[in-house]
């Protein structure tokens, strides 16, 4: 199930920010440290409270939108399946947010200085394929389903 109104699409948003946000400060963090070890799960919640409604904002204000409407310059709705609209977007979001969310990761963790556009484009690089796979894969699907089925429980 999809947002249907405003408030829908601001608590499907968040949810999903949050879940998208959370895997890839888990990733970032253990790259930085050489691989994943259980410190990291406790340890991306003080990259969360910034990170998150950095991402909220953006997908909500800009992200969003113009994800839409790049994805319907390959899909049509009504003529295409839901999953091929929701796969158009998806990949859209990240095309858009993965270079954006590496923006501000570098500009608030990374203290890149001079090298900062060298710094932005690797960090960019190493976390779109992530983005991408976690998106289409993992956090799309679970976010979805989580979703509907909160919806259903509010409409009994």
Do not use: H
């Not at 340890?43 to 800009?62: D, G, R």
């Not at 500009?107 to 960019?124: D, H, I, S, Y």
């Amino acid at each position: 199930m999809l947002p249907q109104s405003k408030l829908q699409d601001v608590f499907f948003t968040a949810l999903m920010a949050f879940v998208m946000v959370y895997a890839m400060i888990i990733y970032n963090i253990s790259l930085n440290v050489g691989g994943l070890q259980n410190f990291v799960f406790l340890a991306a919640f003080k990259e969360m409270i910034i990170m998150w409604p950095i991402a909220v904002v953006l997908e909500l204000l800009f992200v969003g939108k113009l994800a839409r409407i790049l994805a319907f310059r390959f899909v049509t709705p009504g003529k295409d399946t839901m999953i091929m609209m929701i796969l158009a977007i998806s990949a859209m979001s990240v095309c858009l947010m993965c270079p954006l969310m590496s923006f501000a990761a570098t500009l608030l963790f990374k203290n890149a200085g001079v090298e900062f556009p060298a710094v932005w484009l690797q960090t960019t690089a190493f976390n779109f394929p992530m983005a991408f796979c976690w998106q289409i894969f993992f956090a799309g699907p679970l976010v979805r389903n989580i979703f509907g089925l909160i919806m259903k429980k509010i409409a009994k």
